[in-house]
């Protein structure tokens, strides 16, 4: 097999899942993958998923609280009302932040946390253990750093394939709230990758959370885990320990967790425990079996990797809103993109029959959202529906409709958003 990744840019999710998933599909028909030493231990099998480290109980689905105020709740996932957006906060607070747990939120002591690094990406003599462990203590007195990015989950806006298309599609029926910007500070990974030993032969790492085994239709996934290559780990992924200032909140990953910025949700591991660091290509149901387009439009096998999360947007209004007659109505909302910058927004109030600009707000901050408002003259009573689309500066714009796929992932057509003008 031959690993070209010398010709690709791996740093660009969409290119490095491209190129795993023909090394996968190639491995696959060799019959290469079950055993395999090409692997190493974390490939493919949840039984090499090493044991997680002392000090992980469970703590309940989600342990902050869920007033419905400021959130939709769905047992082990909760999503952010809009209306409960605050126009001049840019940042989510980390309370009204969504939650998105496979299993349940568990409870870490960080005086027995380790985060372990091992692999055969690590320098030491062969055959050796080659394990390096950091405590929390450790990790802090490392040169923090702090990004402000979006974490926004694959399937958010879900619920539209089947209220606007008519669709079946399986999943959490998110409708936009899977998603929030925060203020993440903590220790470059690659800082500690470089303490850790990484070798220039290093190409893939795999972080895993300390939350329970994921089980899914009666078969166990393991941990959860989606490995990333190491131009990106070494580019601009934070283990963050703070979230907006504070220590991170349990049901975002205390005491550790990645983010990585302009990467789909989930390849931010929440309560990571242990990294493989390895000189070989790596695989997890993560990137192997979901987060891939099926359904009839797709071969069997599904899609190459879902990676960019197209655009979106949002206003900041209920579900249902009641709006009064006869004055102006400051519409509010923002928009975001999965490759670039929003350019502009363009808000219809009469159902799509007619479109006028929004006022883009604020400085545009890479990796987060792009604020908007808008001002509807004197709307008359009655029923009425509310549209936003946005573009972004390389010119990719929300479409009408957005094809099928049957886990519901990327919904970026326009939304049609009720409201009752009283
Ligand atoms: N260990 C672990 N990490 C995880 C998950 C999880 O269930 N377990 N969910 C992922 C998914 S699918 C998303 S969208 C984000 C959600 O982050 P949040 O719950 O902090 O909003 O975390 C990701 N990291
Ligand atoms: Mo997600």
Known sequence: MTIDRMDHDLTDEHVYDAV???????????????????????????????????????????????????????????????????????????????????????????????????GSGLRGAPGQDRAVEFGYDDLRSLRAETVTTAVECTGNARSFFTSQQGQAVSGTSWKLGAIGVGRWRGVPLS????????????????????????????????????????????????????????????????????VVPGWAGIASIKWVGDIQVAAEPLFSPWN???????????????????TKQGVKSAFELAWNARLPAGRKVELTGRSWSGNAPIRRVDVSVDGGATWRPAELEGAHAPNAWQRWRYTWNRPAAGSHELLARATDVT????????????LGYIFDAVVRHPVTVV
């Open 20 to 118: 795993r998933t023909r090394q996968w599909r190639h491995l696959s028909r060799r019959g290469l993958l079950r055993g395999s030493a090409v692997l190493g231990a974390g490939a493919a099998v949840a039984a090499a998923v090493p044991a997680a480290p002392a000090g992980a109980a469970e703590a309940g689905p989600i342990v902050k609280p869920l007033p419905p105020e400021w959130f939709v709740s769905y047992g082990t996932n909760a999503e952010m009302r809009w209306d409960s957006v605050r126009t001049r906060d840019f940042l989510t607070p980390a309370e009204r932040f969504f939650v998105r747990n496979h299993t349940a939120t568990p409870e870490i002591d960080p005086a027995a946390y380790r985060l372990r690094l091992w």
């Open 191 to 258: 800082t500690v990758l470089r303490r850790a030993g990484i070798t220039p032969e290093a190409v893939d790492i795999l972080p895993s959370g300390l939350d329970a085994e994921f089980v899914d239709k009666g078969v166990n996934q393991g941990r959860v885990r989606r490995p990333l290559p190491v131009a990106k780990a070494l580019k601009d992924v934070l283990l963050a320990y703070e979230l907006n200032g504070r220590p991170l909140p349990p049901d975002h990953g205390f005491p550790l967790r990645l």
């Open 288 to 306: 192997t079996q979901y987060y891939r387009f099926f359904g009839p439009s797709y071969p069997a096998e599904g899609s190459a990797p879902i």
């Open 395 to 406: 010119g990719a714009r929300q479409p009408d409709t957005t094809p099928h796929n049957t």
